[in-house]
């Protein structure tokens, strides 16, 4: 292939990747039917799951896959906890005066800190849609469909699913954050 053709091809390629965010940008505003078509490819593949009765392998990776996007979610971008650790050490070596006032996600009296989420809503529904299909497409080869005996996949998943989530609403309660906004007061609205 000479010079000319690689440039074209990337010419293409660049053309291609422009027109794929454009339809990804696109989609932005549309939070309930991005999620509607994320719950649609999630049912899809679990009946492919089901009805086939095989590759329980590729559904638990994609299980923990997610769960791991969830907790990511859940979690807010700069974590308290370190925080915490790092103005302790700083009391410890006496290195300079206190930066805020009150405790660490104080409402009464401390700083006003919105809650920054490590994983924003849109890149978790794109890894996880490009996730879900990535598990659907290898749930038709055969070489993905490894024996194992579900009941147990599925057990440690609940399993790993409830100590994990135990742990994070810990972490929520303890440093005080709510990841949600379902109850907060929204202005601009009408």
Request: hydrophobic fraction near 40%.
């Given at each position: 292939m000479d010079q000319t053709g690689i440039q074209k091809a990337q010419a293409t390629a660049v053309k291609y990747a422009r027109l794929y965010q454009t339809?990804?940008?696109?989609?932005?505003?549309?939070?309930?039917?991005?999620w509607g078509a994320f719950a649609g490819l999630l049912v899809v593949f679990m009946l492919r799951i089901v009805f086939a009765q095989g590759w329980y392998?590729?559904?638990?990776?994609?299980?923990?896959?997610?769960?791991?996007?969830?907790?990511?979610?859940?979690?807010?971008?700069f974590d308290p906890s370190l925080e915490q650790e790092i103005r302790d050490q700083d009391v410890e070596e006496g290195e300079g005066?206190?930066?805020?006032?009150?405790?660490?996600?104080?409402?009464?009296?401390?700083?006003?800190?919105p809650f920054i989420r490590r994983l924003p809503e849109f890149k978790f529904w794109y890894k996880g849609i490009r996730a879900t299909a990535i598990g659907?497409?290898?749930?038709?080869?055969?070489?993905?469909?490894?024996?194992?005996?579900?009941?147990i996949l599925l057990m440690y998943f609940i399993i790993l699913f409830a100590l994990t989530m135990r742990r994070?609403?810990?972490?929520?309660?303890?440093y005080?954050?709510?990841?949600?906004?379902?109850?907060?007061?929204?202005?601009?609205?009408?």
């Open positions: 339809y990804l940008d696109q989609t932005v505003p549309h939070l309930w039917a991005r392998i590729v559904c638990y990776t994609l299980g923990i896959y997610l769960l791991n996007l969830f907790l990511a979610f859940l979690q807010p971008k005066l206190p930066t805020t006032s009150g405790d660490v996600g104080a409402s009464d009296g401390g700083e006003f800190r659907f497409v290898c749930s038709w080869f055969s070489i993905f469909d490894i024996p194992v005996f579900w009941p994070q609403i810990q972490h929520m309660i303890k005080r954050y709510v990841p949600f906004d379902l109850g907060k007061t929204k202005y601009g609205r009408h």
